[in-house]
């Protein structure tokens, strides 16, 4: 798992090095395939095989679904349409994972502040993990959509948005997607995971390992910041922005959005390891 972990880690934090020397679809191909590796082995470890199948399944299917909806309809992100591919149906193949792979990491720093979703537990863990992890997930898409749409066009916004071209029904759209998984998720763990006492308790590392790769993931916005080119860009309808004000906005939503929640993540990790050993002891 470290090995998979240390992957992921230099893939995510030398990307746009990288993407200059090999091409960045070389690039998004590796994340894709490390991310996806990591979390299926993570996951299998900590709720078995069956259930990260369970997971991973629910995760693009609904995923997917609601990205294509909402690129026909309009609901639930608003009106875009993506200018990469190749696809599934309207949806590049990498996304999926990609909301797999994320989602899982929001999924472990919400049990981490929340709790653990096992066979029979309380309707307030089975719902409030969900719900915290949408937050978590959200945050990342917080710190990257400008950047992603509005200036490398990966997908276009065709109405603009007031978020430096980005709407406010995104945001929404992905609260909503995302509580939807991680949702049915949990319900699956509630009636049908491992009983309680049945696998091992996750260790420190299986802990540390998750939380390492959302805390890199924000790392990356910080260096889009610290390298990103200072020009203007101008979306859908128009409307100009400086590219300046979308990686110090991006910036400042990662520092006082993922990295705190990493850090009441890891908080919550240091406090439970130093009960942990007192508790064994009685």
Not at 78 to 87: A, D, E, I, S, V
Not at 156 to 177: A, C, Y
Request: charged share 10%; net charge positive.
């Amino acid at each position: 798992m470290w090995i998979a972990t240390s992957l992921v880690l230099i893939l995510l934090l030398t990307r746009n090095l990288l993407s200059a020397g090999i091409g960045g679809s070389v690039v998004l191909f590796a994340q894709t395939v490390c991310v996806t590796v990591f979390t299926l082995l993570h996951g299998s470890r900590r709720y078995g095989w069956r259930a990260i199948l369970v997971y991973y399944a629910v995760t693009l299917l609904v995923s997917n679904i609601l990205e294509n909806l909402s690129i026909l309809t309009g609901f639930p992100f608003g009106n875009y349409h993506y200018t990469t591919g190749p696809k599934l149906f309207l949806v590049p193949l990498a996304i999926g994972p990609f909301y797999a792979a994320i989602g899982y990491l929001a999924w472990t720093i919400a049990t981490l502040l929340v709790g653990e979703v096992r066979r029979g537990s309380g309707r307030l863990t089975a719902i409030g993990t969900p719900v915290v992890a949408s937050f978590a997930m959200v945050a990342w898409d917080l710190a990257m959509d400008p950047t992603r749409a509005t200036i490398q066009k990966f997908w276009i916004w065709e109405n603009s948005g007031g978020f430096f071209g980005v709407p406010l029904v995104n945001f929404l759209g992905w609260s909503l997607t995302t509580y939807l998984f991680l949702q049915v998720f949990a319900l699956y763990l509630r009636r049908c995971g491992p009983e309680p006492a049945a696998p091992p308790a996750p260790t420190i590392a299986s802990h540390v390992q998750p939380l390492l790769l959302y805390a890199a993931i924000a790392g990356t916005f910080v260096i889009d910041f610290l390298t990103g080119e200072r020009t203007t860009v101008t979306d859908a309808l128009g409307q100009t922005w400086r590219t300046g004000d979308i990686y110090e906005t991006s910036v400042l939503t990662t520092i006082y959005g993922m990295i705190f929640i990493t850090v009441l993540a890891a908080l919550s990790l240091a406090r439970r390891s130093a009960v942990a050993p007192a508790g064994s002891a009685t």
